[in-house]
């Protein structure tokens, strides 16, 4: 209500005026699609800028500093050979095809999604299917899928072609893109929980796809953008005839008051024959427990007019105490027929717990809804007052010829991800290379990545930004063939070196002189802990982790309470596999700016506050792998003493040698007490140190 509140007063407050006509959108730069300039490089597009800022660029960082950039950013890991001295080339092909690259890229992708292991909001019951869609993301990256086949699968898998069972699969997982928003499940008006779900979806489109904040038309015109009200309910039809599956629970159990959907079967035709009978058990087994709580509930009242009845007893003489211990009998009477109904009604739904049939596998998703719909116009967003009905389309400003408006007897979500991944939409290349540019230098060349609109930065290097795009799309849309390009680039391999006179004319590094010192993402400083001590499991977890932390009960499904807790979730697995629990995530993610997977989130913050140092000073986890660490130096028969000990400290955690001020010092202290004690509180110091938490 707030929400809608204050866009009501923002649309009648006369501070805002009327967005871009849709003849003025379409000249806005990010409107215009992207062209090359003829003979155009990476370097040639930064060098010619660098030459008109009389900048001189840095040069080439040293091999082992490259080396663990490259690592770090492409897979998330730490480098371990030094003695590895194959071409810079050959190092990004290798990683480029490491199953560590989907995990780590992989997981950029879920901040745009806004991934989450359960609902949030108001009854934070669990996404149990969700973390299929993470390993799709993760696969989908690893094998180097064409973006726009990503895109399409997880707007429309379901309505695409397929040939065979996997892919089939494969792109009903991809549609739990559609699924994974947090709801209102306490809502009890269907009419707003569907519009408000749709408009989380718009939001996530716009913003994650697109770069435009299409959402903020749900109430009146867009106060800035070219996007009528018009077009906001145009895409609502296309979402609005589609159902979010979501489900019931692990086994199909309701865990919401309202609302409730199943999930998408998976697997081949027998699979699909059980889903039917796997749900008209869950359904009997619902049903069956809901009456067993009614004749709970029932006992319950009969059982409080126990004691009245006995008082009455007891306070009353003649044929007023007789007719009140008839009525006390009575009431026993009714109790004991209770209990008996009770007790046969706890071992029937004992005994249908233990004998489920068989059942495929499920995972959240979308399809159609069975009654396709246009939406019509809410006006100023209430579902009680509504205008006109708008025929299901797509945005007007970005008009493409040959693009399909949405079919008759679908939602739309076909032709809805075809316009998005056009070759002529101006929107959709950009945003995404925008995006990995972001994560590979640090500062985007739009540096307002979630939205390419009026308000948006002007990129830095536009003629950069167009040829990425342009070459993304001309590569067949591969990622990694944009990563490699980009990694092999001279830009990206400068140094970290200050420049007096370039830092004077450009502090921010807009022009690219040199590479940016950069803080790891709290994933990234997580798995390097793990495996600077040794401890980190590098394979996929088999048990998904409500089996690896939370054995499920059924009852807690019904209550508002957490069903896990922070201090829970303990695991050696990459951080891409922990679960992330809306409300409850685990101590590290915050405080070392993880994304909140409330909304989508194309940059995560940076800040660098006294808890992160304190939580590296003093927290039990650390100080146990600072424990770990010095444990497998100590126990390392090939290392010879203290000084060959120290070298191979510093190769793990930051690729190179010590230096010999380093060395002299670090040899000194280890002399102030036991090996085990000095060595741990050594090994913290190096975790806790500004250079094991940056990308140089």
């Known amino acids: 209500m707030f929400h809608r509140l204050t866009l009501f ?6 501070v805002f005026g009327a967005g871009l006509s849709l003849d003025e959108g379409r000249k806005l730069w990010a409107m215009i699609p992207p062209q090359i300039v003829p003979g155009a490089s990476i370097d040639g597009l930064i060098d010619k800028q660098l030459a008109e800022k009389k900048l001189v660029p840095n040069a080439a960082a040293s091999r082992s500093a490259l080396v663990r950039r490259l690592y770090l950013d492409l897979t998330g890991l730490p480098p371990t050979d030094m003695a590895d001295k194959s071409d810079l080339a050959d190092v990004v092909d290798a990683l480029l095809k490491s199953p560590h690259f989907g995990e780590r890229w992989g997981r950029h992708w879920l901040d745009i999604a806004r991934y989450a292991d359960s609902n949030g909001r108001d009854r934070n019951v669990m996404n149990y299917h969700a973390w299929r869609y993470r390993d799709y993301v993760i696969a989908s990256l690893n094998a180097d899928k064409p973006y726009d086949v990503f895109i399409q699968e997880q707007i429309a898998g379901d309505l695409m072609p397929t040939q065979d069972t996997l892919q089939r699969n494969e792109r009903l997982t991809a549609t739990a893109f559609l699924a994974l928003g947090a709801k209102a499940f306490e809502e009890s008006k269907q009419d707003l929980f569907h519009m408000d779900v749709v408009d989380e979806q718009i939001e996530m489109i716009g913003r994650g796809v697109l770069g435009l904040s299409v959402a903020c038309a749900r109430c009146h015109d867009h106060k800035f953008d070219p996007i009528p009200t018009a077009d906001y309910y145009a895409i609502a039809g296309i979402l609005r005839s589609t159902q979010p599956l979501y489900g019931h629970g692990p086994r199909g159990i309701k865990a919401t008051m309202f609302h409730h959907t199943d999930f998408h079967p998976l697997g081949d035709e027998g699979a699909q024959k059980l889903a039917p009978a796997a749900l008209a058990y869950f359904t009997k087994l619902d049903a069956d427990i809901l009456t067993m709580q009614t004749a709970r509930s029932s006992r319950y009242g009969v059982w409080r007019r126990v004691n009245d009845a006995k008082r009455l007893v007891e306070s009353s003489s003649g044929e007023a105490k007789t007719k009140a211990e008839a009525d006390l009998k009575a009431i026993e009477a009714q109790i004991a027929d209770w209990d008996v109904k009770i007790k046969k009604l706890e071992a029937d739904v004992e005994a249908l717990k233990i004998t489920p049939p068989p059942q495929p596998a499920w995972t959240m998703g979308a399809r159609d809804r069975s009654e396709i719909m246009d939406c019509r116009i809410h006006i100023r967003g209430e579902t009680t007052t509504l205008g006109d009905t708008v025929p299901r389309g797509f945005l007007q400003v970005i008009s493409l010829p040959g693009v399909k408006p949405p079919a008759k007897t679908q939602s739309g979500r076909l032709e809805l991800a075809q316009w998005l991944t056009h070759r002529g939409n101006p929107l959709t290349a950009r945003v995404m290379v925008n995006r990995v540019w972001q994560k590979l230098f640090g500062r985007a060349l739009v540096t307002t990545p979630d939205d390419f609109g009026v308000n948006s930065a002007k990129p830095s290097h536009p003629e950069l930004l167009d040829y990425l795009a342009v070459r993304f799309m001309e590569q067949g849309w591969s990622v990694k063939k944009l990563i490699r390009e980009i990694v092999l680039s001279k830009a990206y391999q400068r140094s970290t070196d200050q420049s007096v006179k370039a830092t004077q004319s450009d502090p921010d590094n807009i022009w690219l002189w040199r590479m940016s010192p950069r803080p790891v993402e709290v994933e990234v400083l997580r798995d390097s802990i793990l495996a600077l001590s040794g401890q980190l499991d590098p394979y996929p977890p088999q048990k998904q982790f409500l089996e690896r932390f ?23 697995h990459r951080s891409v596999y922990l679960p992330i629990v809306r409300g409850t995530l685990p101590e590290m993610f915050p405080l070392f700016n993880f994304a909140p997977p409330e909304r989508p989130m194309a940059q995560r913050e940076e800040s660098i506050v006294p808890a992160q140092s304190l939580f590296l000073m003093n927290n039990a986890w650390v100080l146990e792998q600072a424990r770990h660490t010095a444990t497998r130096l100590l126990s390392d028969t090939t290392i010879a003493d203290d ?20 060395q002299s010092r670090a040899l000194a202290y280890l002399k102030t007490s036991g090996p085990e004690t000095a060595w741990t509180s050594l090994c913290q110091t190096v975790i806790a140190s500004a250079e094991f938490r940056v990308v140089r």
């Open 9 to 14: 007063l923002l649309a009648s407050s006369s």
């Open 550 to 572: 939370h054995p499920q009960k059924d009852a807690e499904l019904f209550t508002f309470t957490p069903f896990l807790t922070a201090d829970a979730i303990v695991d050696h």
């Open 643 to 662: 000084s060959k000990r120290l070298d191979r400290l510093y190769e793990r955690a930051f690729f190179r040698a010590p230096t010999p001020a380093e």
